[in-house]
């Protein structure tokens, strides 16, 4: 990696291509030889791995919560479905460009092609990251059944938690995903 200074007072770390070959010619042959599947790596491991993983894994939440039926309201699955779409409305147009980049990269070093995709990496850099703000919003706002279980059940189960008596007991064997009895409630 080198410093390089543009002449407009911007300074870039860039890829020093000198000891990839001998001449440009062979130094880009080597440089897209390497960046292209890179991109192609970055967009399945940071993208498709985890977008199929949040899916899967936020699909059987929705499997086992319609299975058990003890939820009366479609509630729940709505923001399961809100929290999926969300994480790829926000993170799919970012993983999109750095994949062009990638896929079109001779086109756009050698040609001059396709100079709006480096425009839009901010932008999509941002929706990306306010993913993570977009999360909490959406199980407050479209779960307020949601967030009323959790704030009942959330003092018995970390009562049961911390608890010293390592024996089962009654109550600690019932089932994890109903809220807490009138008597737990009372007890607290």
Do not use: W
């Given at each position: 990696m080198d410093v390089v200074n543009d002449g407009r007072c911007n300074t870039y770390c860039a890829f020093n291509l000198a000891s990839w070959g001998d001449t440009v010619i062979e130094q880009l042959k080597v440089a897209l030889s390497i960046l292209t599947p890179k991109g192609i790596i970055q967009f399945v491991i940071g993208f498709a791995m985890p977008m199929s993983i949040v899916a899967i894994c936020y699909g059987l939440i929705a499997a086992k919560i319609r299975k058990q039926g003890t939820i009366d309201t479609s509630r729940p699955l709505r923001v399961l479905t809100a929290v999926v779409a969300s994480f790829f409305i926000c993170w799919f147009p970012l993983q999109l460009v750095a994949l062009l980049s990638a896929v079109w990269l001779?086109?756009?070093?050698?040609?001059?092609?396709?100079?709006?995709?480096?425009?839009?990496?901010?932008?999509?850099?941002?929706?990306?990251?306010?993913?993570?703000?977009?999360?909490?919003?959406?199980?407050?706002?479209?779960?307020?059944?949601?967030?009323?279980?959790?704030?009942?059940?959330?003092?018995?189960?970390?009562?049961?938690?911390?608890?010293?008596?390592?024996?089962?007991?009654?109550?600690?064997?019932?089932?994890?995903?109903?809220?807490?009895?009138?008597?737990?409630?009372?007890?607290?």
């Open positions: 001779r086109e756009m070093l050698v040609e001059g092609k396709y100079e709006i995709l480096s425009f839009l990496v901010y932008p999509t850099n941002a929706l990306a990251l306010f993913n993570s703000c977009l999360n909490p919003m959406l199980y407050v706002f479209v779960g307020q059944d949601f967030r009323k279980r959790l704030i009942h059940s959330l003092p018995a189960r970390l009562e049961r938690a911390l608890s010293e008596d390592s024996a089962p007991t009654s109550h600690t064997t019932t089932n994890l995903a109903s809220p807490p009895t009138e008597a737990e409630l009372q007890a607290m």
